[in-house]
C-alpha cells in the first residue's frame, strides 16, 4: 500500500486497516492508537520511542514496526522537530 494512501487515513482507518493487515494487532493496540488520536500521518512518524511512551507491550510494538517497515517508513528514522532542527544545526554550523 502507498504511504500517501496511508497518510490519508483518519483515526478510524488506521485501526481497520492494522485489524486487516495483520492478524496480531489487538484490539488493545488499536485501542490505545485510537484513544490518542493516531490518525495515517501521525502512524507514518511513529517511533519506537513514540510506542513506548504509548504503553504499546513489546509484541505490538514489533507488530507496528514490522509494518511500518512493510510501507516503506522505518520507525526510529530521524525526523526534523518543529521548526526543523536540521536548519538549526545549520545555523550554529555557519556562525561557528
Not at 482507518?13 to 484513544?35: F, N
Not at 507514518?44 to 510506542?51: I, N, Y
Amino acid at each position: 500500500m502507498p504511504t500517501a494512501e496511508v497518510a490519508a487515513f483518519t483515526v478510524a482507518d488506521v485501526g481497520e486497516w492494522l485489524a486487516g493487515a495483520d492478524p496480531e494487532v489487538t484490539q488493545k493496540t488499536i485501542g490505545i492508537l485510537e484513544e490518542e488520536e493516531i490518525n495515517g500521518r501521525s502512524f507514518l512518524k511513529l517511533t519506537v520511542e513514540d510506542m513506548k511512551e504509548l504503553g504499546l507491550r513489546k509484541g505490538a510494538r514489533d507488530i507496528l514496526t514490522e509494518l511500518l517497515a512493510q510501507l516503506g517508513t522505518p520507525p526510529g528514522t530521524p525526523r526534523p522537530a518543529a521548526g526543523g532542527a536540521s536548519a538549526a544545526s545549520s545555523r550554529r554550523r555557519r556562525s561557528s
